[in-house]
């Protein structure tokens, strides 16, 4: 009975934590949806609330197969911060994510080239915070910003929009070719004053 409160307690706190993140950040919400209370480790997905369609954007992020560690956070805290290891370090193989669609992989890999180290591994950091799981709970939110970006479909223009753009494309044209006639006129009246 004690345990099973103690599992309770620590999956609400980290959804919690997870939750007040993005409140502040503004962002598409990170759900806990697979509470698995024998392993204690919790299945993170991400969706965009407002989708009818929980299936549409969602992918689950299995925390076990990250790889976590923790070291010293730099920054200001006094003394605090020079004993307790509160940096969080996330990182999993881009290339074997088998729980992320191949084009979406092909997409992080594309964007983030930056945070892919050499033996292929996306590395997040955080150490906004000096609690350990919220710093976690912010390397998760940043995977899945990083996906739900990579998922985004480009947005298919309308009618309308094709023709706004052929009618200024078509004035700059204009003005394009307005400009040159009379920088060329300029150059003809020099042309005739030195002659």
């Given at each position: 009975?004690?345990?099973?409160?103690?599992?309770?307690?620590l999956?609400?706190?980290?959804?919690?934590?997870?939750?007040?993140f993005?409140?502040?950040?503004?962002?598409?919400?990170?759900?806990?949806?697979n509470?698995?209370?024998l392993?204690?480790c919790?299945?993170?997905?991400?969706?965009?609330?407002a989708?009818?369609?929980?299936?549409?954007?969602?992918?689950?992020?299995?925390?076990?197969?990250?790889?976590?560690?923790?070291?010293?956070?730099s920054?200001?805290?006094?003394?605090?911060?020079?004993?307790?290891s509160?940096k969080a370090?996330?990182?999993?193989?881009?290339y074997?994510?088998?729980?992320?669609?191949?084009d979406?992989?092909q997409?992080?890999?594309?964007?983030?080239?930056n945070?892919?180290?050499?033996?292929?591994?996306?590395?997040?950091?955080?150490e906004?915070?000096?609690?350990?799981?919220?710093?976690?709970?912010?390397?998760?939110?940043?995977?899945?910003?990083?996906?739900a970006?990579?998922?985004?479909?480009?947005?298919d223009?309308?009618?309308?929009?094709?023709?706004?753009r052929?009618?200024?494309?078509?004035?700059?044209?204009?003005?394009?070719?307005?400009?040159?006639k009379?920088?060329s006129?300029?150059?003809?009246t020099?042309?005739?004053?030195?002659?």
């Amino acid at each position: 009975m004690a345990t099973s409160v103690a599992k309770y307690f620590l999956l609400s706190r980290c959804s919690e934590i997870i939750r007040s993140f993005t409140r502040q950040r503004k962002l598409p919400p990170v759900c806990i949806r697979n509470r698995n209370l024998l392993s204690q480790c919790p299945s993170f997905s991400y969706c965009n609330r407002a989708s009818d369609n929980p299936q549409d954007g969602h992918v689950n992020i299995p925390v076990d197969r990250l790889t976590v560690s923790y070291s010293r956070s730099s920054g200001p805290g006094g003394q605090h911060v020079n004993k307790v290891s509160t940096k969080a370090e996330v990182r999993f193989h881009v290339y074997t994510a088998d729980w992320i669609p191949e084009d979406v992989r092909q997409k992080i890999i594309l964007n983030n080239k930056n945070r892919i180290n050499k033996a292929g591994e996306l590395l997040v950091t955080s150490e906004q915070s000096r609690s350990q799981q919220r710093n976690m709970g912010d390397c998760i939110q940043k995977i899945s910003d990083i996906i739900a970006k990579a998922t985004e479909k480009p947005h298919d223009p309308s009618a309308e929009d094709i023709a706004l753009r052929a009618s200024r494309l078509e004035k700059r044209n204009k003005e394009r070719l307005k400009q040159k006639k009379l920088h060329s006129a300029v150059k003809h009246t020099r042309q005739v004053y030195f002659d």
